[in-house]
DNA sequence: TTGCTAACCTAATCACCTC
DNA sequence: GAGGTGATTAGGTTAGCAA
Protein backbone atom coordinates (compact mmCIF):
# COMPACT_ATOMS: atom_id res chain seq x y z
CA UNK A 1 0.00 0.00 0.00
CA UNK A 2 2.92 2.27 1.00
CA UNK A 3 3.95 4.35 -2.20
CA UNK A 4 4.87 7.99 -3.05
CA UNK A 5 2.84 10.17 -1.41
CA UNK A 6 1.76 7.18 1.25
CA UNK A 7 2.37 8.01 5.02
CA UNK A 8 5.89 6.59 4.83
CA UNK A 9 6.75 8.68 2.00
CA UNK A 10 5.52 11.93 3.61
CA UNK A 11 6.75 13.79 6.16
CA UNK A 12 4.07 12.92 9.12
CA UNK A 13 2.60 16.10 10.95
CA UNK A 14 0.65 14.28 14.34
CA UNK A 15 0.24 17.43 15.92
CA UNK A 16 -3.12 16.43 18.29
CA UNK A 17 -2.19 15.14 21.57
CA UNK A 18 -2.03 11.52 22.30
CA UNK A 19 -5.11 10.96 24.29
CA UNK A 20 -5.33 8.81 27.94
CA UNK A 21 -8.11 6.86 27.96
CA UNK A 22 -9.70 6.66 31.38
CA UNK A 23 -10.34 3.23 33.26
CA UNK A 24 -13.83 4.26 33.05
CA UNK A 25 -14.02 5.16 29.76
CA UNK A 26 -12.54 2.08 28.43
CA UNK A 27 -14.54 0.18 30.53
CA UNK A 28 -17.89 1.83 28.55
CA UNK A 29 -15.64 1.46 25.13
CA UNK A 30 -15.02 -2.11 25.58
CA UNK A 31 -18.58 -2.49 26.83
CA UNK A 32 -19.71 -0.91 23.34
CA UNK A 33 -17.67 -2.77 21.23
CA UNK A 34 -18.96 -6.51 22.49
CA UNK A 35 -22.42 -5.48 22.07
CA UNK A 36 -21.43 -3.74 18.19
CA UNK A 37 -18.06 -3.70 16.86
CA UNK A 38 -19.35 -1.13 13.64
CA UNK A 39 -21.07 1.50 16.26
CA UNK A 40 -23.55 3.74 13.58
CA UNK A 41 -23.18 7.60 13.59
CA UNK A 42 -25.75 7.87 16.29
CA UNK A 43 -24.28 5.51 18.30
CA UNK A 44 -20.84 7.18 18.37
CA UNK A 45 -22.79 10.68 19.38
CA UNK A 46 -23.94 9.46 21.99
CA UNK A 47 -20.92 7.04 23.33
CA UNK A 48 -18.56 10.46 22.60
CA UNK A 49 -21.59 12.47 25.10
CA UNK A 50 -21.11 9.85 27.81
CA UNK A 51 -17.77 9.64 28.05
CA UNK A 52 -17.03 13.85 27.10
CA UNK A 53 -14.94 12.68 24.35
CA UNK A 54 -15.29 14.01 20.76
CA UNK A 55 -17.11 11.53 17.84
CA UNK A 56 -12.99 10.99 15.78
CA UNK A 57 -12.03 9.31 18.68
CA UNK A 58 -13.92 7.43 19.35
CA UNK A 59 -14.05 6.83 15.36
CA UNK A 60 -10.43 6.02 15.91
CA UNK A 61 -10.40 4.02 18.50
CA UNK A 62 -13.45 1.13 17.32
CA UNK A 63 -11.09 1.50 14.04
CA UNK A 64 -7.79 0.59 16.22
CA UNK A 65 -9.87 -2.32 18.00
CA UNK A 66 -11.29 -3.69 15.16
CA UNK A 67 -7.82 -4.12 13.05
CA UNK A 68 -5.86 -5.37 16.91
CA UNK A 69 -8.97 -8.31 17.12
CA UNK A 70 -8.76 -9.15 12.97
CA UNK A 71 -12.29 -7.67 12.44
CA UNK A 72 -11.74 -8.43 8.37
CA UNK A 73 -15.54 -7.60 6.99
CA UNK A 74 -18.08 -4.98 7.80
CA UNK A 75 -20.76 -7.07 8.37
CA UNK A 76 -24.64 -7.01 6.72
CA UNK A 77 -26.71 -3.97 7.97
CA UNK A 78 -28.43 -5.92 10.49
CA UNK A 79 -31.26 -3.43 11.05
CA UNK A 80 -31.76 -3.22 6.87
CA UNK A 81 -31.84 -6.73 6.87
CA UNK A 82 -34.46 -6.83 9.83
CA UNK A 83 -37.16 -4.22 8.19
CA UNK A 84 -36.73 -5.77 5.15
CA UNK A 85 -37.80 -9.16 6.97
CA UNK A 86 -41.03 -7.06 8.60
CA UNK A 87 -42.15 -6.10 5.31
CA UNK A 88 -41.13 -2.44 6.33
CA UNK A 89 -40.20 0.44 3.91
CA UNK A 90 -36.63 1.48 5.16
CA UNK A 91 -34.90 3.39 2.60
CA UNK A 92 -31.58 4.06 4.70
CA UNK A 93 -29.87 2.74 7.65
CA UNK A 94 -29.03 5.46 8.59
CA UNK A 95 -25.56 4.10 9.61
CA UNK A 96 -24.07 7.37 8.43
CA UNK A 97 -23.59 10.44 9.34
CA UNK A 98 -25.74 13.12 7.21
CA UNK A 99 -23.25 14.54 4.14
CA UNK A 100 -21.97 18.08 5.06
CA UNK A 101 -22.55 20.81 2.75
CA UNK A 102 -19.90 23.07 1.40
CA UNK A 103 -20.76 26.68 -0.89
CA UNK A 104 -18.83 27.46 -3.49
CA UNK A 105 -16.85 30.23 -0.81
CA UNK A 106 -16.05 27.27 1.46
CA UNK A 107 -15.04 25.02 -0.94
CA UNK A 108 -12.95 28.15 -3.00
CA UNK A 109 -10.87 28.39 0.98
CA UNK A 110 -10.24 24.43 1.29
CA UNK A 111 -9.09 24.52 -1.49
CA UNK A 112 -6.70 27.61 -1.34
CA UNK A 113 -5.28 25.72 1.72
CA UNK A 114 -5.11 22.57 -0.06
CA UNK A 115 -2.77 24.00 -2.57
CA UNK A 116 -0.69 26.08 0.19
CA UNK A 117 -0.42 22.49 2.17
CA UNK A 118 -2.44 19.13 1.14
CA UNK A 119 -1.18 17.71 5.17
CA UNK A 120 -2.55 20.38 7.29
CA UNK A 121 -1.98 19.42 10.70
CA UNK A 122 -4.45 19.67 13.58
CA UNK A 123 -3.80 22.69 14.50
CA UNK A 124 -4.15 24.19 10.66
CA UNK A 125 -7.02 21.72 10.27
CA UNK A 126 -8.73 23.64 13.01
CA UNK A 127 -8.00 26.95 12.05
CA UNK A 128 -9.32 26.23 8.62
CA UNK A 129 -12.53 24.46 10.50
CA UNK A 130 -13.44 27.89 11.99
CA UNK A 131 -13.11 29.96 8.72
CA UNK A 132 -15.57 27.95 7.00
CA UNK A 133 -17.49 27.20 9.85
CA UNK A 134 -17.61 23.09 9.83
CA UNK A 135 -16.34 20.65 12.40
CA UNK A 136 -12.50 19.80 12.38
CA UNK A 137 -13.16 16.37 11.25
CA UNK A 138 -15.29 17.52 8.14
CA UNK A 139 -11.96 19.47 6.88
CA UNK A 140 -9.77 15.94 7.75
CA UNK A 141 -12.24 13.92 5.67
CA UNK A 142 -12.78 16.80 2.83
CA UNK A 143 -8.48 17.11 2.83
CA UNK A 144 -8.28 12.77 2.49
CA UNK A 145 -10.77 13.04 -0.38
CA UNK A 146 -9.04 15.46 -1.96
CA UNK A 147 -5.95 14.00 -1.88
CA UNK A 148 -7.67 10.58 -2.92
CA UNK A 149 -8.98 12.27 -5.96
CA UNK A 150 -5.49 13.96 -6.80
CA UNK A 151 -3.72 10.63 -6.80
CA UNK A 152 -6.33 8.91 -8.39
CA UNK A 153 -6.06 11.64 -11.27
CA UNK A 154 -2.62 11.67 -11.36
CA UNK A 155 -2.46 7.56 -11.71
CA UNK A 156 -4.94 8.23 -14.86
CA UNK A 157 -2.65 10.82 -16.12
CA UNK A 158 0.28 8.01 -15.82
CA UNK A 159 -1.09 5.79 -17.90
CA UNK A 160 -2.86 7.29 -20.47
CA UNK A 161 0.00 9.72 -22.08
CA UNK A 162 -0.98 12.92 -23.37
CA UNK A 163 -2.15 13.97 -26.48
CA UNK A 164 1.77 16.06 -27.24
CA UNK A 165 3.69 12.86 -26.01
CA UNK A 166 1.18 10.94 -28.59
CA UNK A 167 2.49 13.41 -31.12
CA UNK A 168 6.04 14.10 -30.32
C1' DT B 1 14.73 -0.40 24.74
C1' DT B 2 10.45 -2.47 23.82
C1' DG B 3 5.53 -3.25 23.37
C1' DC B 4 1.18 -1.25 23.13
C1' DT B 5 -1.80 1.74 20.89
C1' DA B 6 -3.75 6.58 19.50
C1' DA B 7 -3.39 9.17 15.44
C1' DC B 8 -2.83 9.29 10.89
C1' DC B 9 -2.28 7.79 6.05
C1' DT B 10 -4.01 5.63 1.30
C1' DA B 11 -7.15 2.95 -1.41
C1' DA B 12 -11.46 1.07 -1.95
C1' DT B 13 -16.16 1.32 -1.27
C1' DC B 14 -20.68 2.92 0.21
C1' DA B 15 -24.42 6.41 0.20
C1' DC B 16 -26.43 10.30 -1.38
C1' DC B 17 -27.23 14.11 -4.52
C1' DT B 18 -27.36 16.43 -9.03
C1' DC B 19 -27.73 16.44 -13.86
C1' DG C 1 -27.98 5.78 -14.91
C1' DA C 2 -23.53 8.21 -14.56
C1' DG C 3 -20.58 11.10 -12.23
C1' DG C 4 -19.16 13.80 -8.23
C1' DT C 5 -18.27 13.84 -3.55
C1' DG C 6 -18.80 13.23 1.61
C1' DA C 7 -18.52 9.29 4.94
C1' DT C 8 -16.72 4.92 6.31
C1' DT C 9 -13.89 0.98 6.13
C1' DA C 10 -9.49 -2.15 6.08
C1' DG C 11 -4.83 -2.35 6.25
C1' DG C 12 -0.68 -0.23 7.12
C1' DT C 13 2.70 3.28 9.36
C1' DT C 14 4.32 6.60 12.80
C1' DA C 15 5.21 8.14 17.21
C1' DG C 16 4.03 8.95 22.37
C1' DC C 17 4.26 6.77 26.62
C1' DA C 18 4.53 3.34 30.35
C1' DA C 19 6.99 -0.64 31.93
Redesign the pocket.
Known amino acids: ?21 TKDQ ?1 TV ?1 IRAFNQE ?5 NI ?1 QKLALEMNLE ?3 I ?10 H ?5 PE ?1 ED ?1 AASQAQDQPV ?12 TSSR ?1 HT ?1 NTALKND ?5 DS ?1 EQLAKEVG ?1 PE ?2 V ?10 F ?2 QR ?1 KEADEPSEQEQDG
Do not use: E
Open positions: MAQDGSPKAVNHRRCSTRTKFLLPYPSYRGPIQTWFQNQRAKGFQRRPLKSPRRWRPHTIYLLPYPGVRVPRHVWFQNRRSKFVK
